[in-house]
């Protein structure tokens, strides 16, 4: 018997089973199985997170960040896992990252130079593997930066202060066009304006309707934010995105009439060198073949859409903050005088505004408005002794990491927080290495013009002791302020008016 049984000749299954095994045994030996398959699996991971269970732990933890927003998903995971954990996103395997040392390694990095998210997502909004700020093909983002990097440093730097501060001084001018019948200045409305008008003026050069195309850059955001995770069963339902395909096709449509009319200006014009900038570089990238028209119109419309998506409420925070903190004012406004005097702000005044950047600095940390930056893994990796594969995604939690290391306050708002020079390693508004913001320098001279300009002609003030602290947020792809809240409203107090004096 114990031959025959060795013998595969002869080996029969059935004899090794009894004749009256039940029905449900062999259901219940594959659920056995499989909760085996399961429990070694749970088993090889050593970065710590969730349970995979079945299947069920990917899918609550994508459930997590479709309901609470990206931002809000990773402030809770970091705060019950710890500072390097593991969730899925997508059935992906995605790492949570708020500590500075693992940050720094994923940053330093080229092997995590690409960006993860729904690909149906990226394609609804033109981004798969267009442009720049969520292109995650790696070559034809290469291909792309250059354009971005010439025109955000060098001569465009010089160029963008003295046309920033015009944009501002027209702007403020005609501040009744965002002025309610109570005397509130609509900042978010008025910023993003400025921040168009500016870009559009260095970047295009082409007349556009401000208040129209302000209005479909915050469709195409919101659209941006609700795509770039649902899972690709969302898409087959048209509905569902129907609303957010339109958005998107309003702002491209719209930029695409701005660029046609480029497209003529070029073809027309006697002298090229006065219409030499970031869209006729692009253009003629095209026609030599080295760019598509569709990434063409897709590095525009984010070149466009940047400052005024992030920018404005970057600077909508910043007042908030100066009308709270009295002091800080004070300082910032001895500090124009002594730099700037009654002049307009150039260029060369920028590396003497320290207290200006410090303010901007402490107020990116305290109250970021980009605090997570989104990375794929193109190899395998160990990252703080932790292994990591390759097309693991990573999300770095730059906004919690700014909060638990380094700063000597970091739970408050203090320009003492920056009295010393911090480490980059442990502040990283805008990111480093191969793939940091491209336009982080841009950003501070803006931040600094405007800040100058505005904060010289007016005092600021909330409305209902309404501050960062109590104002309503959505913490999704940015932090921003939920704009149903109608206490966003500031009042604009002129410096030589009486009731400034009062102040």
Same mark, same amino acid.
């Given at each position: ?243 957010? @395909? ?6 491209? !449509?719209?930029?695409?009439? *701005? %660029?046609?009319?480029? =497209? $003529?200006?070029?073809? /027309? @014009? ?6 030499? !900038?970031?869209?006729?570089? *692009? %253009?003629?990238?095209? =026609? $030599?073949?080295?760019? /598509? ?211």
């Amino acid at each position: 018997m114990v031959l025959e049984m060795l013998n595969p000749m002869h080996y029969n299954i059935t004899s090794m089973v009894p004749e009256v095994m039940p029905v449900a045994t062999m259901p219940i030996l594959l659920l056995t199985g499989l909760l085996l398959l399961v429990w070694n699996y749970e088993d090889t991971s050593s970065i710590p997170g969730p349970g995979y269970c079945m299947g069920i732990g990917p899918l609550i933890s994508h459930g997590r960040f479709l309901w609470m927003g990206i931002g809000g998903a990773c402030n809770y995971y970091n705060k019950m896992y710890g500072e390097f954990m593991r969730v899925w996103i997508c059935g992906e395997e995605t790492l949570i990252i708020s500590k500075s040392s693992s940050m720094f390694h994923v940053m330093k990095h080229s092997h995590y130079s690409s960006r993860f998210g729904s690909k149906l997502g990226l394609q609804c909004i033109g981004m798969h593997e267009n442009g720049i700020i969520f292109n995650n093909n790696p070559d034809l983002w290469k291909a792309t930066r250059p354009f971005f990097m010439k025109a955000l440093s060098g001569p465009g730097l010089v160029r963008m202060v003295a046309i920033c501060v015009d944009s501002i001084r027209t702007h403020l001018d005609r501040l009744e066009e965002v002025t309610s019948k109570s005397g509130y200045v609509d900042v978010l409305t008025l910023m993003r304006r400025i921040m168009l008008d500016t870009s559009n003026m260095l970047f295009l050069g082409i007349p556009l309707d401000e208040s129209a195309i302000v209005v479909k850059i915050q469709g195409y955001f919101d659209a941006w934010q609700a795509l770039l995770l649902k899972p690709d069963i969302f898409f087959k339902i048209s509905w569902l995105y129907r609303k957010y @395909a339109k958005s998107v096709k309003d702002l491209k !449509d719209a930029i695409e009439i *701005l %660029i046609e009319e480029k =497209r $003529r200006r070029i073809s /027309t @014009a006697e002298k090229l060198e006065e219409s030499m !900038d970031f869209a006729t570089d *692009l %253009i003629f990238a095209e =026609r $030599r073949g080295d760019l /598509t028209r569709e990434n063409v119109n897709q590095c525009i419309l984010e070149m466009l859409i940047a400052a005024p998506d992030t920018m404005s409420v970057s600077v909508l925070f910043m007042l908030f903050l100066v009308a709270k903190h009295p002091k800080v004012e004070e300082a910032i406004l001895k500090e124009i005088q002594t730099v700037v005097g009654e002049r307009d702000v150039r260029i060369d005044d920028m590396q003497k505004l320290k207290v200006v950047e410090n303010f901007i600095y402490e107020s990116m940390r305290y109250q970021p408005v980009v605090d997570l930056v989104m990375r794929k893994a193109l190899q395998d990796d160990v990252i703080d002794g932790y292994p990591v594969k390759k097309g693991t995604n990573i999300i770095l939690n730059i906004g919690r990491m700014h909060r638990l290391e380094f700063f000597p306050k970091p739970n408050e708002f203090t320009l003492e927080n920056f009295e010393k020079n911090v480490p980059y390693r442990y502040f990283q508004p805008f990111g480093f290495g191969p793939r940091a913001c491209a336009g982080k320098y841009v950003a501070m001279v803006m931040l600094k013009a405007i800040l100058v300009t505005l904060l010289r002609r007016f005092h600021v003030q909330t409305l209902q002791g309404k501050c960062v602290e109590n104002m309503q947020k959505i913490n999704d792809l940015s932090l921003h302020p939920d704009e149903a809240d109608n206490l966003l409203e500031m009042i604009f107090v002129p410096r030589n008016s009486d009731k400034c004096l009062e102040h």
